[in-house]
Structures are given as structure tokens and as C-alpha cells.
């Protein structure tokens, strides 16, 4: 079933296009100090190569502003530069050419400064997101609302109507918190009244297990419901992590499919063979594989080529045999000693004939 996207302005960061009905972008952040151009670099290209479509750096002083046009040289993605504290680093990140830069409303400063930082965006035609997070609302908004997804939509939208104010356009929004469900529930307020695209991420998520259970918990009912057009998954560890589990999640919700997806059974008491060691090898096989297939390691068939009905190619054990199926019609019986090896043989066939 095909998810109806949510319309959204679409706002070019670099040469890259957000919001607007586009996929859906994977975001990641360095690690490293910014100022230390080579180790931001190296981490850079590994994001690049799982897959990143836009990486934040965060911009602490006038050291950090300035690397980033070395940086830029040496890349391929667009840079967003991470601001807090200061609107005069906001504009010397964006003259030393950062791509998108990124505000809190919490601690940018006043609409003075705001002024500032909107003239320099329009004159480079550079976008900004204005990012809310729940642990840094301003007093303001905690006292009216509490720390709910009110709060942070108001938030959020009266920095975006500071930003109009001031002739910016090219404006990408978000409002993240700790709590799932204060995520699930600002963001699908957000939504209602903001016209921008969205950039969904649950922060503070903890390590990557917890991480990716909350981040998937929360953009699944959202970008289900047309909500949301980048996404981060904040992981405390190594980023490519991020990149890799924000894949997972777009790809088990049916929103990226250009790779090939395994599916296999949990077994049971009728399973005879070992399913989990060929989903394993199969898995591996097919890693960087770009074309959409789908291919089936079943435990038995009673009922392995019924469940795996739409699959492009399958496997299923029997009593010393496998039985080979294609789109879910069988094709025939391997002995059990020559069932990977065959199958194996199968999927090449199958990778290269797409």
C-alpha cells in the first residue's frame, strides 16, 4: 500500500532536495571536533558510504566556522552547521559556506539577532531548521503549557514566523523529545500548521538498541501518516550506526525500496534444517544489491511457499529435501546436502538477471 505524503514546501539544501514529495533523507552528525578537519573528514566519507544524504556539524567557535570550507572541499554530501548561543557564528558558518544551518529558538538570542542571522541566510540562499527540543523550551512555554506537544509546536512555529518575518522561506522544522510519545503526538500537531518540511528524530535516545527501538517506535506512525521528510536516528556510539538503522526502518515501512529484502522464518518443532545459518549467507550475498527483490529461507513446507507467496525466489526444508519455489510456485526438490549450494546458485541468477 502506497503512503500519501504529506505536501510540503520543498527547500534545496546544497543540491539537495527536501520536503516536497522527494524520498525521504537520512541525516547523521559528526562526532569529532569540527575544527580538526582531517578526523571530521574520515568520518564524513564512512557516513557518505552507508548512505547519509546530509551530515550536521556542530560550530563552537570561530575555529570550527572556519574549517568548513576545507571541509566542504573534501566531501560529497551537504553540511548543515549545529549553532547554539550565537547569531554571529550562524553567519560566519554560513559564509565559510556551510550548506543549511541549524537553530535552537531556546538559546539563539533575540529577534535582533534573528534579523541578523535571516539577512545572511537570503543572501547566500541558505535554508534554515529551526530545531525544538523538549529539555530546552523557554521558560515561556513551559509556564503556559507545561512540557507537552503544545509547547513545543508554539515553539517552534513562533521562530518560524520570526524567521518569515525577515524574508526567510526556505525553512525545515522539528520538534524532537526523549518520550516517544510527546515525539508522535508534537509532530503530528506540527504538521496541521506548518507548511516546511519535517525532520523527525527522537533525542536523546540512548545506545543503539534503545535508540533504534524509540526511533522506529516514533517515525513509524508518522511516516505512515505522511509525516516527516528526513529523519535521524541518534544513537550514542558511532554515527554510521544511525545511517544503517534509519535505512532498516524506511526500508521494513516500504519507503525505500531499491535493496534486497530477506525474509525468513522464526522455525519450529517441523523445521528440520538450518535456516538461520543460509539467511545469514543469503543476507550477506546480497548486501549492496540496488534493485528491489525479495527472497525467502523458510523453515518448511507446510506452509513456507504460501507465506512467502510474493517472494521472487525461495527455500523451503522437508524431510531430507528443500524445496526451491519462484514467486510461490515450486520449481523443484534439492537434496537437503545440496540445498545452500543450489539455492545459492538460484539468487545469482537471480541478482544478475535483474
Known amino acids: 500500500m502506497e503512503t500519501l505524503r504529506r505536501n510540503t514546501k520543498k527547500v534545496m539544501v546544497g543540491d539537495l532536495p527536501i520536503g516536497g514529495g522527494e524520498r525521504i533523507k537520512i541525516q547523521s552528525m559528526t562526532t569529532a571536533r569540527t575544527s580538526d578537519i582531517d578526523a571530521v573528514t574520515r568520518q564524513i566519507k564512512s557516513l557518505e558510504d552507508a548512505g547519509c544524504d546530509l551530515v550536521r556539524m556542530s560550530v563552537l567557535d570561530e575555529a570550527d566556522a572556519k574549517a568548513i570550507r576545507s571541509i566542504k572541499d573534501r566531501i560529497k554530501i551537504p553540511l548543515c552547521a549545529d549553532i547554539h548561543f550565537s547569531s554571529s557564528l550562524a553567519i560566519a558558518a554560513v559564509e565559510n559556506g556551510c550548506d543549511k544551518v541549524r537553530v535552537n529558538p531556546g538559546n539563539i538570542g533575540s529577534e535582533a539577532e534573528t534579523e541578523k542571522v535571516a539577512a545572511c541566510l537570503r543572501s547566500h540562499s541558505v535554508p534554515v531548521r529551526v530545531g525544538v527540543n523538549s529539555g530546552s523550551l523557554k521558560k515561556e512555554y513551559l509556564e503556559k503549557y507545561g512540557r507537552t506537544a503544545e509547547a513545543l509546536v508554539s515553539s517552534a512555529m513562533d521562530e518560524v514566523r520570526r524567521f518569515e518575518k525577515f524574508g526567510v522561506r526556505d525553512i525545515v522544522v522539528s520538534v524532537k523529545s526523549s518520550s516517544v510519545r510527546l515525539t ?45 521528510d528526513t529523519v535521524r536516528v541518534s544513537v550514542t ?61 523458510m523453515g518448511c513446507v507446510v506452509n513456507g511457499p504460501g507465506e512467502a507467496s510474493d517472494a521472487d525466489l525461495g527455500i523451503a526444508g522437508g524431510d531430507g529435501y528443500c524445496l526451491i519455489f519462484k514467486d510461490g510456485k515450486p520449481v523443484r526438490k534439492v537434496d537437503a546436502a545440496s540445498a545452500e549450494r543450489e539455492f545459492m546458485n538460484e539468487i545469482e541468477g537471480l541478482v544478475n538477471g535483474f
Not at 193 to 215: M, N
Open 184 to 228: 508522535v503526538d508534537a509532530y503530528t500537531e506540527l504538521s496541521r500548521v506548518c507548511p516546511y518540511p519535517l525532520h523527525l528524530g527522537v533525542t536523546e535516545a540512548g545506545l543503539e538498541e534503545s535508540a533504534v527501538i524509540k526511533s522506529a517506535a516514533a517515525f513509524s506512525p508518522l511516516l505512515l501518516s505522511g509525516i516527516g
Open 237 to 297: 556510539g558511532d554515527p554510521v550506526r544511525e545511517i544503517l538503522a534509519a535505512k532498516s526502518i524506511l526500508r521494513a515501512l516500504e519507503l525505500d525500496t531499491g535493496f534486497a529484502e530477506v525474509i525468513s522464518c522464526p522455525t519450529c518443532g517441523r523445521c528440520t534444517w538450518d535456516v538461520q545459518s543460509l539467511a545469514e549467507k543469503v543476507t550477506e550475498r546480497v548486501k549492496g544489491v540496488t534493485k528491489h527483490m525479495k527472497i525467502a529461507v
